[in-house]
Nanobody
């Protein structure tokens, strides 16, 4: 079992910045590809960003490319999402997810492939 706990959500003005963090416990963190997803009211959960086990490869959803940055600290068992220039349409509950991956360079983008999920953290972007 892997436990994931997100933090850092809150209210931010459009154009500002916010940093989300997710701390993992229970298994060897470096065995897991990590991802961030979000779900806005009335919408389906969508992929935001993913990072490989070794941190060398990343992928982003089209709506956040160039504004959000995912990173990880394997020693600290943490994955982060730096949100720069957020927009009101980024308002959602953000979830951290973990997928045990065989290859260190694999990035997982499909939510149905993830094994573990955090409880989510609310991000609200005001205009």
């Amino acid at each position: 079992q892997v436990q994931l706990v997100e933090s850092g959500g809150g209210l931010v003005q459009a154009g500002g910045s916010l940093r989300l963090s997710c701390v993992a416990s229970g298994r060897t963190f470096s065995d897991y590809a990590m991802g961030w997803f979000r779900q806005a009211p009335g919408k389906e959960r969508e992929f935001v960003a993913g990072i490989s086990r070794n941190g060398e490869n990343t992928r982003y959803g089209d709506s956040v490319k160039g504004r959000f940055t995912i990173s990880r600290d394997n020693a600290g068992h943490t994955v982060s999402l730096q949100m720069d220039s957020p927009k009101p349409e980024d308002t959602a509950v953000y979830y951290c997810a973990a997928k045990q991956a065989k290859w260190p360079q694999t990035v997982v983008t499909r939510q149905d492939q993830y094994d573990y999920w955090g409880q989510g953290t609310q991000v609200t972007v005001s205009s």
